[in-house]
């Protein structure tokens, strides 16, 4: 007999807006993996040592959240091919838990995400303003602002920058920042 997938998540209720930052570095072969945590086995998550590119663990890592009041991750996004480059997913860094697992989920339906840059080193910022115009913004745009799950606040789609003063650094001042 085969066995029943994951049930639906019963999904709490809250006025608030209530979200957790995502950290994709849970997939063998990227960053770290397992290596840093397997010594200590009862941080062991109770999923066990998975591979977060895979669907269900996304289904799994959205019920609980939905089930525990939180309605969005904020995933980290590494460009990852170095800045002035056109953004491609098969060239992100840390890209699978979206890419691989979140779009690929039966139940993405129910939850919001949006993503963090993390625009530090040279292969993750923005060489300038063009760039961003014509490369970055481009990318969110078709593989994530338009996505029916992407949050938006007003209808406007929310994207958090992880070193701010890196951006005016790299776009030389607020002026290019507006």
């Known amino acids: 007999m085969k066995e029943k997938y994951i049930q639906e998540p019963q999904i709490a209720k809250t006025k608030y807006l209530i979200g957790s930052h995502y950290f994709p570095g849970w997939k063998e072969g990227t960053h770290y993996g397992w290596r840093k945590i397997e010594p200590f086995p009862e941080r062991k998550p109770l999923l066990g040592w998975y591979d977060e590119n895979n669907p269900e663990v996304a289904d799994w890592e959205i019920k609980w959240a939905l089930e525990h009041g939180i309605s969005f991750f904020a995933y980290c996004w590494y460009r990852g091919d170095g800045a002035g480059k056109p953004v491609k997913v098969e060239t992100l860094h840390l890209g699978h838990a979206i ?80």
């Open 99 to 178: 890419h691989e697992a979140l779009f690929k989920s039966r139940f993405l339906k129910y939850f919001k995400f949006c993503i963090m840059w993390e625009n530090q080193g040279k292969n993750n910022g923005v060489s300038s303003l063009e760039d961003l115009k014509n490369n970055l913004f481009p990318f969110w745009m078709d593989n994530y602002f338009k996505h029916p799950s992407y949050l938006k606040i007003n209808t406007k789609p929310i994207l958090l920058i992880y070193e701010f003063n890196r951006l005016l650094e790299d776009l030389g001042g607020m002026e290019d920042v507006r």
